[in-house]
């Protein structure tokens, strides 16, 4: 097959669209002069079949159940990389050699405090605040104290911006915790990992010592490697957007938070393990099969379906080996555990979810695990924005980075009510 245009008839039109191939995954029809050759848009609300960039960071094969950061399969990954080197290969490209990685981690580690006046941003939440919304204001906030890391245009300031967004993102994370649970803030410790050092600001109090387990810095680490990147999401297209006017980079990433806690999306997780507390035991799960079945029920499976994925989200499939692991070492006996994998063999041999293609993805059992380390539920999505905060920042700097990128304006289908002229009060 060759990159022969696309010959496009009818309607009083004949065009050819040229085609684009990329190095692996589905050719692309390139529409940029279809409006100025026809005078029409495309139609294609939610982007089911519109590639909105060229990116060299993630590739997803939704029909084989494929994942790979810069080319490296995310199982291969998961076993035997961790989440500082990933978020060098995904900023940069390829696996650092051991003194770039030496490097990367010692920067990062030293730019994990936050200015001291931050602290007083959190006082003026409430404690029952949900920490995505301390989180979405908090990043947001950020351009307020690192104004010399704002200009797009430099690129040794994106790169500062960077840095600072993947060292500060758990700190922030813990504080939101802890604020919530009126416990004091918790000190960043250079002597600690990356997942180390989170757990200690999640979970050390100053009335005594606090070891890290290093069978849950492991699972942390994994899990974090795992939420990194997926290509264009909502929350990754999102942050692109927000790009595309010159906003600073930590109001793009502040709007990535903000789309990701949907539960359609990152907010999924949480929205999950509500939903097997729901269930509760395996017996009612029928009923709640037949009621994400149920076209009148707006209820769904969370954690099942994917816009991409028509086969298992192998994110899914390192997970639940991961809260196998987890849950055994810890000595958890979790029903919820139970409950999920029952769903997930009940459903995946309903017809419906068959037909439908609908499998566990990469949300269906990282609530059971976080559950089992001690986070609770209203933390799971906050966890997911830590991880991805490295991708969607990949992802910011290939669009700025990109000399054809321009301000992202999507056209419409107008169908409202055609000009008319204005009537005056008394004759309505
Ligand atoms: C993430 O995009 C990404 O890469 C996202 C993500 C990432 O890493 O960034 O992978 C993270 O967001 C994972 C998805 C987490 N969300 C959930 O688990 C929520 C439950 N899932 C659904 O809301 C849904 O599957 C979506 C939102 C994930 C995908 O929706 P789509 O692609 O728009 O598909 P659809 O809604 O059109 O569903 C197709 C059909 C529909 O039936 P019909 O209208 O064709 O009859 O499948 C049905 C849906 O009703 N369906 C489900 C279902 N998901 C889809 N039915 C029951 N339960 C479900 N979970």
Redesign the pocket.
């Known amino acids: 097959m060759s990159n022969d245009p696309l010959k496009l008839t009818g309607n009083g039109h004949e065009v050819d669209l040229p085609v684009m191939e990329g190095s692996v995954g589905p050719k692309v029809i390139d529409i940029r002069k279809l409006y100025a050759q026809t005078d029409m848009f495309t139609f294609d609300p939610?982007f089911?079949s519109t590639a909105s960039c060229e990116s060299k960071i993630t590739y997803?094969d939704g029909e084989k159940g494929e994942l790979q950061y810069r080319g490296y399969p995310i199982e291969q990954l998961a076993a035997d990389s961790d989440f500082m080197e990933v978020c060098y290969l995904l900023l940069f490209g390829e696996l650092p050699t051991k003194a770039e990685k030496e490097k990367f981690v010692w920067d990062i580690t030293h730019h994990t405090m936050l200015h001291e006046q931050l602290h007083r941003f959190f006082s003026g939440f409430r404690r029952d605040a949900h920490p995505m919304a301390i989180m979405v204001g908090v990043v947001g906030a950020l351009a307020a104290f690192y104004h010399d890391s704002t200009e797009i245009n430099d690129p040794h300031q994106r790169m500062v911006a960077s840095y600072r967004l993947i060292a500060k993102i758990p700190t922030i994370a813990a504080m939101a915790y802890k604020y919530s649970v009126g416990q004091p803030f918790v000190y960043p410790s250079n002597d600690l990992s990356y997942a180390g050092n989170f757990l200690n600001m999640m979970f050390s109090v100053p009335s005594e010592d606090y070891k890290v387990n290093p069978i849950l810095e492991e699972a942390m680490d994994l899990i974090f490697i795992l939420?990194a990147d997926?290509?264009q999401?909502?929350?990754?297209s999102t942050v692109r957007l927000a790009g595309s006017s010159g906003a600073n980079p930590f109001a793009c990433i502040a709007a990535g938070i903000a789309c990701l806690w949907g539960?359609?999306?990152?907010g999924?997780n949480e929205?999950?393990l509500n939903m097997l507390g729901e269930i509760g035991t395996v017996d009612r799960i029928p009923e709640f099969v037949a009621r994400?079945?149920d076209?009148s029920d707006p209820f769904?499976?969370?954690?099942?379906?994917?816009?991409?994925y028509k086969n298992f989200?192998p994110r899914a499939t390192v997970m639940r080996d991961t809260a196998h692991k987890v849950l055994k070492e810890l000595g958890v006996d979790d029903p919820l555990f139970d409950v999920a994998m029952e769903l997930e063999k009940i459903a995946l041999e309903d017809p419906y979810f068959i037909e439908?293609k609908?499998y566990p993805?990469?949300?269906?059992y990282s609530g059971v695990i976080l559950k089992a380390m001690g986070f609770p539920t209203e933390m799971f999505t906050v966890l997911f924005a830590l991880a991805?905060t490295s991708g969607w920042i990949a992802q910011w700097n290939e669009m700025i980075e990109d000399p054809t990128q321009k301000i992202g304006r999507p056209r419409q289908l107008f169908t409202g009510t055609p000009k008319r002229d204005y009537v005056e009060l008394d004759e309505r």
């Open positions: 939610g089911t997803i939420h997926h290509e999401n909502a929350s990754t539960p359609a999306h990152g999924a929205a999950c994400a079945k076209k769904r499976l969370m954690g099942f379906g994917h816009r991409v989200d439908k609908l993805n990469v949300d269906f991805r």
